[in-house]
């Protein structure tokens, strides 16, 4: 597979070399939309480094702009599950003198297609789960929670249907990559729209959601997480990881790209929303039931968030029009299972 050139080495050196020196002994790979091709001016880099630890993600600040860093122990850059051999599969290596990443990522490219096809089977088993539990929510008259696992089955659905045709997902940039399918898959695309509800895309929407999703952000960064949470929540302890998702949504609300922003704001809320859960579940010593997520974090007294939040992040959908999006989608997902 080829791999598009990345931007000016100028650029890279301004932005990288501080986060270069943060890691001076470790070996750092250029992950993400940067290593793609796609990247917006407001795109952070996304920066792969081998560690012998276990350490949560964390965010560096780096003058105007910033680094989203992910930690991966050798062991598993050797042996890569689908969606780190994915990732690896268009990283550009940055310091690599144990040459650890270069045979990594040309395993990775040689086995591309393979990774694709595990990986897209894990999402499309995800998003299946998800328009039955829509289906099950509705049922018992539950549409706001409904209305999140729809959201969530919608981009699971997208992230299988882009790996089908070997495109790396990438959240702020998946309206232009669901754009760029085949024609032929036109009513795949329509069934993703109605599900993730871009029809409600404007730039109120826009705003509404962000302002909701830094209430979401600043609960996470600020409440104490167990030990075995630490891997999956700790992105959000630095004050700069809400930065990251602000300046990239203004950009595309500032260039009138409001289902772009909405679209991704939607894939940061569902991500956002179950970790958020899993904190409250850990908090409270339960067991984590999904089916309630909404009500568990909305309703008694050991609520995280409110209704008004509820109705920014734009779960504000009807039953009918649930129902009727949730039929497209299920139509949708069985088809591309077929295809497997």
């Known amino acids: 597979m080829q791999v598009p050139p990345l931007q000016s080495t100028d650029a890279i050196v301004r932005t990288i070399l501080p986060a270069l020196k943060t890691f001076p002994t470790n070996e750092v790979a250029i992950v993400g939309c940067h290593a793609t091709g796609l990247a917006r001016r407001s795109c952070e880099y996304d920066l792969l480094v081998i560690s012998r630890d276990p350490i949560p993600e964390k965010v560096v600040g780096i003058d105007d702009s910033y680094a ?48 694709c096809g595990a990986l897209m089977e ?43 045709s070997g495109v790396v997902p990438a959240p702020s940039h998946l309206l232009r990559q669901m754009k760029t399918l085949p024609k032929r898959r036109g009513k795949s695309f329509q069934a993703w729209a109605s599900a993730a509800g871009l029809e409600l895309s404007s730039r109120a929407s826009c705003e509404n959601r962000l302002e909701a999703l830094s209430i979401v952000y600043d609960v996470l960064r600020t409440s104490e997480a167990s030990l075995d949470l630490l891997p999956q929540l700790g992105r959000y302890k630095d004050a700069d990881a ?69 109705r920014s992040l734009g779960l504000v959908r009807s039953s009918e029009m649930l129902k009727d999006a949730n039929a497209q989608l299920k139509t949708a997902v069985s088809a591309l299972a077929k295809k497997i």
């Not at 989203?68 to 990283?91: C, D, M, N, W, Y």
């Not at 099950?136 to 409904?146: K, M, S, W």
């Not at 940061?268 to 339960?286: F, I, P, Q």
């Open 242 to 310: 809400f930065n990251v998702l602000k300046l990239k949504a203004e950009e595309l609300i500032q260039s009138i790209q409001s289902v772009d922003c909405f679209s991704y704001l939607g894939k940061e809320m569902v991500r956002g929303m179950v970790d958020l859960y899993s904190l409250h579940a850990g908090r409270l010593s339960k067991a984590r039931d999904y089916n309630t997520t909404i009500r568990d974090l909305t309703i008694g007294e050991d609520r995280l968030i409110s209704e008004e939040v509820l």
């Open 68 to 115: 989203h860093v992910i930690f991966r122990k050798e062991a598993e850059v050797k042996q890569p599950g689908p969606e780190l051999s994915v990732a690896l599969a268009t990283a550009v290596p940055l310091r690599d003198n144990s040459l650890l990443l270069a045979t990594a990522i040309s395993d990775c490219r040689r086995n591309y297609r393979e990774s």
């Open 122 to 164: 894990l999402h499309l088993a995800s998003s299946l789960k998800a328009v039955g539990r829509v289906d099950d929510l509705l049922t018992g008259e539950q549409v706001r929670e409904a209305d999140f696992w729809l959201v969530s089955g919608a981009y699971d659905f997208s992230y299988a249907e882009l790996l089908n």
